[in-house]
Nanobody, 129 residues
Framework: EVQLQAFGGGFVQAGGSLRLSCAAS????????IAWFRQAPGKEREGVSC????????YYRDSVKGRFTISRDNAENTVYLQMNSLKPEDTAVYYC??????????????????????WGKGTLVTVSS
């Protein structure tokens, strides 16, 4: 059974940092791309970042470039999202997502959430000003 579980959300002040973890099972993260999506209040879910299963290439939406870093630990089958210099605009529920027929790429910001097959339980990130 494919399962994804996100951890690490919390409440931080603007400029602070959080590290999110995604524990995966039922597949290996080096064989299937994993993405982070988020949903802010009243907004649609949007792609934040993804890491390719092909070569480990990393992609980010423009608004988080230079602040967020995605990485993976294949031995632990875990993907991370290090979030630095957090802004109030980053406040959202963050989800760990995968789809075996999807390939991570530079268009992560426009990937439609409904097209993704597997979703983990979200973790809430709240950034105060």
């Amino acid at each position: 059974e494919v399962q994804l579980q996100a951890f690490g959300g919390g409440f931080v002040q603007a400029g602070g940092s959080l590290r999110l973890s995604c524990a995966a099972s039922g597949f290996t993260s080096d064989d299937s791309a994993i993405a982070w999506f988020r949903q802010a209040p009243g907004k649609e879910r949007e792609g934040v970042s993804c890491i390719s299963s092909n070569d480990g290439s990393k992609y980010y939406r423009d608004s988080v470039k230079g602040r967020f870093t995605i990485s993976r630990d294949n031995a632990e089958n875990t993907v991370y999202l290090q979030m630095n210099s957090l802004k109030p605009e980053d406040t959202a529920v963050y989800y760990c997502v995968t789809d075996f027929e999807w390939r991570c790429g530079a268009d992560i910001a426009t990937v439609r959430a409904y097209a993704m097959d597997y979703w983990g339980k979200g973790t809430l990130v709240t950034v105060s000003s």
